[in-house]
């Protein structure tokens, strides 16, 4: 039988159950407790009420929070685009012709090297309280190069997503149907067997409305559930195209129409809004606030990826949000756990509460608000991961 631990001295708890504590979205528990047992919560409420447990940890008055779900990285690639990200800081625009520079380098890399660079970005993730990732292929865009680095990833997390239709491979930029083909033919069968989803970058320079509808129906016969890149660089048929085919998510949302917004909001699809993204690229921030008060579920997440949002850090992520994208502190923390546990479809993660997966951060402050308040500090102080202390 597997012992019991509480954790209790807790200031703020965010359960994210509406039914606990104050009952706003987030669950706040005050002078709270946690109590697990094996990788599971098994109870959450106030310190003075909490079961008796084999073990006991003081959070010595400090904030708990589910672990972060980060729901939309790309960290199966070699090399670093530094000297494109110092000239676009310099004034040149960013278009998405960089991805190219990275697919060199990736497909060059070998297997050791790229999961040696996976393990390292996972490893900083999870000591800024990252407990759940989801990480893409997109820098092979060939057969053995896109299943090799989904086979890799998929030793590493459940979520793994096929981007092969990240832009259109360099071998085959005179032919855009070619390579669709490919991507929905050979290179699916081969990338199928290591992934949960399929994504596709919906974009000016990469591929048009119906290329990406034919990329996604593939994925979905496959049993591949689909997500997308929509609506990053331009106003698009993304957003609509994710709502049409029930994608998980539609990720960026920066340039919607208000039928786009409409259509999200009656929906099950989850807007990912990636902050890092225009943080490095000086690019337009999207409108969470406009979201939100639509009632479309919003999730944050990292974009991880070598060009244009090179950060593996969640907290800075929800700090943006706060800072420039209209979310208040409690819609930040919400949209990074529980709102990125709904873009990947998972109940189990990003909540505190009976029967979630015991994964939770600690941070070196009394609320969950202090990660917008003290941006760029390293507040988490421990983390848990499905019951056991990873940091």
Partial sequence: MSSSTVISNIATLVTNDPSLGDGSPLGLVQDAAVVIEGDRVVWTGETSKAPATDNQVDAGGRAVLPGFVDSHSHLLFAGDRTA?????????????????????????ASDAELEANLTRHLTEALRQGTTTFETKSGYGLTVADEAR???????????????GAHIVAPDLADDPAAYVALVTGEMLDACAPYARWIDVFCEKGAFDGEQARAVLTAGKAKGLTPRIHANQLSYGPGVRLAVELD??????????????????????TVATLLPGAEFSTRAEWPDARRLLDAGVTVALSTDCNPGSSYTSSVP?????AVR?????????????????????????VGRLSPGARADLVVLDAPSHVHLAYRPGVPLVTQVWRAGRRAV
């Fill in 324 to 348: 420039d994208m209209g979310m208040t502190p409690d819609e930040a923390v919400w949209s990074a756990t529980a709102g990125g546990a709904a873009a990947l479809r998972r109940d189990d």
């Fill in 84 to 108: 494109e990200f110092n000239a676009r800081m310099s004034g040149r625009p960013y278009s998405a012709g960089g991805i190219r520079t990275t697919v060199a380098a990736t497909r060059a």
């Fill in 247 to 268: 994608a998980a998510s539609a990720d960026h949302c920066t340039h919607l129409t208000d039928a786009d917004v409409d259509a999200l909001a009656h929906s099950r």
């Fill in 149 to 163: 680095a989904l086979r890799i990833a998929a030793a590493h997390t459940d979520e793994v997503t096929y981007l």
């Fill in 316 to 320: 800075f992520c929800v700090a943006l």
